[in-house]
């Protein structure tokens, strides 16, 4: 992939572009702009995190599987924040498989200088320390949404935050694949979107999903969007949401 320099000097990731000027130039020499492809995978789980990647555009599904095969996407990254947590945290295995569910670029660097970066102190921990802290936030509001919610709620809540994530109301998703990161039968996605389709807030089309209408999905979403949106700004000073800064 060629380079901007601008892309560099301007982050399009917003984690990065949230470092102090002094910090981030000391990561920039180990940054790389690579492209991600569709269904790549970036971690398996119980093998060690060699790499840390912060998307722009593209967007990293983080999911558990069971014994029988069965999956459940427990958390997504794209240009709000990284994909290689463990890495930092003292040990580089991971339980869970990352793969990248919508193509784009991302910086790479290697994960072992951002985990000297991160013992270091200062602001690169401490900043990288709230955004774990908001993706725990995430993780636990997840949880009771998924116990709690309808499947309604929970398809408008998932639809948002992916809009928001890759700063786009149309992008490419199969009922399949909706129903794997939902952890529900993909017949119960066909009934969910068909009421979101027919009240006009989504259309559908071979694998692609559009936001006709944000302002019902929202209202036709449970609480848990707006609760997550909300720690992200107060713990990050920005909302993982598709008013952010403009892809290179």
């Not at 389709?197 to 559908?204: K, P």
């Amino acid at each position: 992939m060629s380079l901007d320099k601008n892309i560099f000097q301007q982050p399009a990731n917003k984690l990065l572009a949230a470092l102090p000027a002094n910090d981030y130039q000391r990561l920039f020499p180990h940054l790389k702009l690579v492209s991600l492809e569709v269904h790549q995978t970036l971690y398996q789980a119980g093998e060690p995190i060699a790499q840390i990647y912060f998307p722009h555009n593209s967007m990293v599904s983080i999911v558990t599987t069971m014994e029988d095969g069965s999956t459940a996407e427990v958390g997504i990254v794209s240009n709000e924040g990284m994909a290689g947590i463990p890495a930092i945290l003292g040990n580089n295995i991971t339980t869970t498989t990352s793969f990248v569910q919508i193509s784009g670029a991302a910086m790479q660097m290697n994960a072992d200088v951002l985990k000297a970066e991160f013992n270091q102190g200062g602001a690169i921990q401490t900043l990288l320390l709230s955004y774990i802290q908001a993706i725990y936030s995430e993780l636990m509001q997840a949880a009771a949404c998924n116990r709690l919610h309808t499947l309604d709620e929970r398809l408008a809540r998932w639809l948002l935050t992916v809009s928001d994530r890759v700063e786009s109301e149309d992008f490419p998703l199969t009922q399949q694949f909706i129903s794997q990161m939902l952890g529900v039968r993909r017949s119960g996605v066909t009934v969910a979107a068909s009421t979101l389709s027919r009240a006009g807030m989504i259309s559908y089309h071979r694998g692609h999903i559009n936001i006709l209408n944000r302002e019902d999905l929202e209202a036709t979403s449970c609480e848990c969007y707006r609760i997550i949106q909300n720690e992200f700004a107060r713990l990050l000073g920005f909302m993982p949401s598709k008013r952010g800064q403009k892809f290179f």
